[in-house]
């Protein structure tokens, strides 16, 4: 299992891994807003929660055709499948990749970014705290995703439609954490929820997508 | 230890391509597989492989105890070969990374990357994977495709030395491995009448 994440990271960092991709994307996004909204700091600030959260999860939907497709065209998929760590595992592990890859840097970068959109001064320990919970879970449901497509030509885009719908309760409640900590408010709720989505995902969803992957590969 | 087939039945995508296969391998024999394109030897390797269900019949032996090698070698093109090497010997719980670079003539290419390595070069590396599964059976798909005759000398006494140790390997190939003693299996005899189960719909398969 070590072994299996040593690699995926070590694949990551390597040439044309792809990691800074989602990095990158959630930076220019986060510039591009304010240059097609306008500079006025209110309506920046008032949208800043929805769009940092919708910027995350655009970021984090880029890379997740790789997490099996790439071991699925050169074979090491079958190889895994094959191997004594039960596929479960592997799903858990590579999900995990991804998530210290792609979503990790995410949440780090993503207070700068909220000085660039004008978020409210309270809200950034929320915006930190709703990221950390809430991308565990677009990773986890996104290898879900991967895992149905795996065996498809192009199946990016189908990819993207899928999980898509899947991303918006963690979306709904991790906007809703940073909108409610932006105005001052209780946000005790919509974060249980979110960190209740993201455990119910983390213990679920491998089992569902080893099963995918298991019928992917006949 | 013995890998026993007794009448076996598969299928791809759905329509049945062999049927009644039977067959045993003991520990110390080698199997070769033949049998025109499209008749089913990868499908049957697969099937031992635990990658796909049977239709129907037993596999004596269970998946936790086959090393598979299909057509690709699983190789990580921005890994060097050691590095390739080390994470299937970690993920089988095993060591000898460098013997296994050895018996196929790798160690003086261990520093580079697998996408820099000739076809012949990687199909070595895909081999000597095999060594660092620890595992007693070898499942090879076309196994010396792409070797040159030195290379294909170099597995056969990589497979005859696995073989002394009490493994044992099931080839599908259609060109002489320079093993000798083992014994050929013609698929062809086991081909299953061609039948398409009633509302048979492709789709659904």
């Not at chain 1, 510039?31 to 008032?46: I, K, N, S």
């Not at chain 1, 991308?135 to 895992?147: D, M, N, R």
């Not at chain 2, 040159?148 to 990589?158: G, H, K, N």
């Amino acid at each position: 299992m070590i072994a299996l994440l040593t690699r995926d990271l070590r694949l990551a960092f390597r040439a044309g891994g792809g990691f800074g991709l989602g990095l990158g994307f959630f930076l220019i996004l986060a510039v591009l807003v304010p240059l097609g909204v306008g500079p006025e700091p209110r309506t920046l600030g008032l949208i800043a929660p929805g769009i940092l959260w919708v910027g995350a999860l655009l970021a984090c939907l880029l890379s997740l055709d790789r997490i099996f497709a790439l071991d699925f065209e050169d074979g090491s998929l079958d190889l895994l499948a094959t191997a004594p760590i039960p596929l479960e595992g592997v799903v858990a592990v590579k999900a995990l990749a991804h998530w210290l890859t792609t979503g990790l840097p995410l949440v780090l970068v993503a207070p700068l970014l909220g000085v660039l959109l004008n978020l409210a001064p309270g809200a950034y320990g929320w915006l930190v705290l709703s990221l950390l919970l809430g991308t565990p879970a677009l990773s986890v449901i996104g290898a879900f995703g991967a895992a149905l497509t795996v065996g498809l030509k192009r199946g990016g885009l189908l990819l993207s439609l899928l999980v898509l719908p899947l991303y918006i309760p963690t979306l709904v409640y991790g906007a809703e954490v940073v909108i409610r900590g932006a105005a001052g408010l209780g946000v005790t709720t919509p974060l249980l929820l979110l960190a209740g989505i993201t455990a119910g995902s983390a213990a679920l969803l491998p089992f569902a997508a080893a099963l995918a992957l298991r019928v992917n590969l006949r | 230890m013995e890998l026993a087939v007794a009448d076996l039945t598969c299928a791809r995508g759905g329509v049945p391509l062999l049927e009644g296969v039977s067959f045993t391998l003991s520990a110390g024999a080698a199997l070769v597989l033949r049998g025109p394109n499209g008749c089913g030897k990868t499908t049957l390797l697969r099937t031992l492989a635990g990658l796909q269900p049977a239709l129907a019949g037993t596999v004596s032996c269970p998946p936790e105890a086959i090393a598979y090698a299909g057509h690709a070698d699983g190789l990580k093109a921005v890994l060097t070969v050691a590095e390739n090497l080390a994470f299937w010997a970690a993920i089988h719980g095993q060591s000898g990374v460098e013997a296994a670079m050895k018996a196929m003539n790798l160690t003086e290419l261990s520093g580079r990357q697998a996408q820099h390595l000739s076809a012949g070069q990687k199909r070595r590396l895909g081999l000597a994977r095999l060594m660092v599964t620890g595992r007693a059976f070898w499942l090879l798909d076309e196994p010396t495709v792409s070797l040159d005759t030195a290379s294909v000398a170099l597995f056969a006494a990589v497979v005859r030395a696995h073989l002394a140790r009490g493994g044992a390997a099931l080839m599908a190939s259609h060109i002489d491995l320079g093993l000798d003693e083992a014994r050929v299996l013609e698929l062809a005899a086991f081909r299953a009448a061609p039948r398409l189960p009633q509302g048979f719909d492709e789709a659904f398969a």
